[in-house]
């Protein structure tokens, strides 16, 4: 078959690779139903990442399960399945405790770009759902993989509770996913942090009762104008940079909590600072696995359709295009058609 | 009256100043039932805070009060009250969600090493005792007006839950109070991190049920060996060190919490490690004020003692030397008889 490799910033090939098969008994493989590429996939598209050798790419997928290793149980050929970025084996300890993203044998997912992957630890890392979803559901589906459990761990790790303010840092298919996060967990003001007229729009569709252009310091004053001076009580930051993550913590109040999924680049925070905040910080790899069997029964009975965030489809083979409408910013979110 | 200042590095001196005097209506003053020097005081004791004046010192109290403002209604003449480290409102929107200690009007204390003290916004700071206490609980009373109260503090920010394995990073009278606070928030494993053998005495006394004597590195090796390799639910930072607080996040488990309370010295918390850590970080200034009514209730029913860190007890004239016995480590907390 062929797969998705990058060979160095801006270059993305589709190109021959050996099929995928059953390594360990542990292992299952799955027919992707679709494809996608990722926000944090353009940190080494730019250059930010340095890539020294072919690095295959993609970590979101969900499909349809088509072979299983000798000790698999759970899962069973001809499921539909989604897992998360990271393999896990969900019964370690801190699997147990909810954190699957740092599963004692966890292992990163990176071919899944392509029509087949390897799914390691196939029982602890996939959920079936109980009925294979109507294709108008599959890009749903495959946004559980990683940015709506992203969004939904932001929301939660920022504490987001009935009535609260909140405010939404960053405007990619996390922030966005943020938004609606925020909106299902019952938050009555959702300020959206966003430039681009497509992404503030939808993000009022998930739920944004307010958007702010301004960024930085800027985008502080902002945020202390729309609550009198106080400071939102949880603020979702889904970027990874130093400016924005001091944009959310100096944007939330006392007390107030900031939920951050951005995949941290040069970010440095000082103690000081930290300390007379009085903000509440947790975040990093989402947990995506913890999330899954909520999120799949949302998107079964329809109350939510993360999919909106694809708002361009490509076939698999164009995948590079992919790459560049969203590093231009002309897509949000490049679904791909295997 | 005489009160104690600072002048430089190593130099203390109880010389003579104006008695404190009602200065705004919502004042009241206070005559000393006793004071104290904090592990904190010792910042610009060894030159580590720079002092460019004669500086007043001291923000634990505890007393009768003698006078009150015009607009004083809560706090009246006689009574036995206690008050935290920043005087604040009770009434502004920080303090309403708990977090007294950004009181939008708050006011830093630092002359309470002295016999009498003016206390700004009595009626939100001050909570008076329903009688005055017997002089056998006094010293209790002034350890609640900061470090058992931070110490208490330490443990909520590190979320300790009944049953939780917790470690507390420094073994001053706050990392003993938070031994104690973790206690009482039933902690079923609590590991104290102290070389020195009054104060793992103490910590033993207040609950610790292991004593680990290695710091950084070889600290967090140690505490990953008593816990399996996982890590402990909760850690007590109370040192304020670029060394304690890697320690602290090192040693909790994914999903885990540090709680820090020690006043941030240099410290940089690196956002790519933090990212992937997987804990909880909140801490900052204690609110004291919102646990003065619950602790004073402990202390007046005789269920905690947390007064036991005072090992040394002077006559306040002798202020210099109490200082001088913190620094070497001979004692870990003064007394001081007005």
């Not at 029982?123 to 969004?151: H, I, K, Y």
């Not at 924005?244 to 951050?260: E, K, N």
């Not at 590079?320 to 897509?331: L, S, T």
Request: proline share 7%.
């Amino acid at each position: 078959m062929k797969g998705t490799f990058i060979h160095g910033p801006r270059d993305i090939r589709f190109e021959d690779r050996p099929d995928p098969k059953i390594e360990k008994p542990t292992d299952a493989i799955i027919k992707l139903s679709a494809g996608c590429i990722c926000g944090s996939d353009l940190w080494p598209y730019r250059g930010i990442n340095k890539i020294t050798q072919p690095t295959p790419m993609g970590h979101e997928y969900c499909g349809i399960v088509v072979e299983t290793g000798n000790e698999v149980k759970n899962v069973k050929k001809g499921q539909f399945v989604i897992g998360s970025f990271f393999a896990s084996d969900n019964t370690c300890p801190h699997c147990k405790n909810g954190y699957q993203t740092s599963c004692q044998h966890r292992e990163y997912m990176n071919q899944a770009q392509a029509p087949y992957l390897r799914v390691p630890l196939a029982d602890g890392t996939l959920v079936p759902t109980a009925e294979p979803p109507s294709p108008e559901l599959v890009p749903s589906m495959l946004a559980l993989s990683d940015v709506m459990g992203t969004g939904w761990f932001a929301a939660e790790a920022a504490n987001v509770k009935p009535g609260a303010t909140v405010a939404v840092v960053g405007d990619g298919a996390v922030g966005l996913l943020g938004v609606l996060s925020a909106k299902l967990m019952g938050a009555a003001r959702i300020i959206a942090m966003s430039r681009h007229e497509t992404r503030q729009k939808l993000a009022k569709e998930f739920g944004a009762t307010d958007i702010v252009t301004e960024r930085g310091d800027d985008g502080i004053t902002r945020i202390k104008e729309l609550t009198k001076g106080i400071g939102v009580d949880s603020v979702l930051e889904c970027v990874g940079t130093q400016e924005s993550m001091m944009q959310a913590i100096h944007s939330t109040r006392p007390g107030g909590s900031v939920g951050f999924v951005g995949v941290s680049h040069g970010v440095s925070i000082d103690g000081d600072q930290f300390f007379y905040s009085h903000v509440h910080l947790h975040g990093g790899p989402a947990p995506v696995r913890r999330f899954l069997p909520g999120l799949i029964g949302r998107v079964m009975r329809k109350e939510i359709n993360p999919g909106k965030v694809f708002d361009l489809t490509l076939p698999i083979e164009n995948v590079a295009e992919g790459y560049k409408a969203m590093d231009e910013r002309r897509a949000i979110k490049t679904l791909l058609k295997v």
